[in-house]
Nanobody, 124 residues
Framework: QVQLVESGGGLVQAGGSLRLSCAASGLTFNDYAMGWFPQAPGKEREFVAGVNWIGTTTYADSVKGRFTISRDSAKKTVFLQMNSLKTEDTAVYYC??????????????????WGQGTQVTVSS
C-alpha cells in the first residue's frame, strides 16, 4: 500500500520560510519523480516543483528563485524549501509521485499517488 505523508505546513508571515516534507512508503522510491502541487480555495491544483531520481528539477515560474525541491532517497522523503513566501502562496500543498525516470512532469496527469496535503497559510 503506497502512502505519501506530508508535514511541515503552518502559519507564517509574508517574507518568511517554511520547509515541507513528504515521506513515502510502499513504493520503490527511485522509480518515481516527485512533485508538489498547491491548491488554493476555489482554484485548480497546480504544479510548482518536481524532482526525479537523479535530482533533475523543474519549477513553475511563480516560484523560481524562492522554492527549492530536493529528495533524500535513503529516507524516501522529498522536501520543499519555501523562502520569501507571499500571501498568494497560501494553499493546501500536496505531494505526488509519478512513475517515471524522466524529467518531472508539470501537469497533474501522470502522477499516480497523492498525499493528503498540508496547509500553508501566509499572512500579510
Amino acid at each position: 500500500q503506497v502512502q505519501l505523508v506530508e508535514s511541515g505546513g503552518g502559519l507564517v508571515q509574508a517574507g518568511g520560510s517554511l520547509r515541507l516534507s513528504c515521506a513515502a512508503s510502499g513504493l520503490t522510491f527511485n522509480d518515481y519523480a516527485m512533485g508538489w502541487f498547491p491548491q488554493a480555495p476555489g482554484k485548480e491544483r497546480e504544479f510548482v516543483a518536481g524532482v526525479n531520481w537523479i535530482g533533475t528539477t523543474t519549477y513553475a515560474d511563480s516560484v523560481k528563485g524562492r522554492f527549492t525541491i530536493s529528495r533524500d532517497s535513503a529516507k524516501k522523503t522529498v522536501f520543499l524549501q519555501m523562502n520569501s513566501l507571499k500571501t498568494e502562496d497560501t494553499a493546501v500543498y500536496y505531494c505526488a509521485a509519478d512513475n517515471t525516470w524522466g524529467t518531472p512532469r508539470e501537469t497533474r496527469s501522470g502522477y499516480k499517488y497523492w498525499g493528503q496535503g498540508t496547509q500553508v497559510t501566509v499572512s500579510s
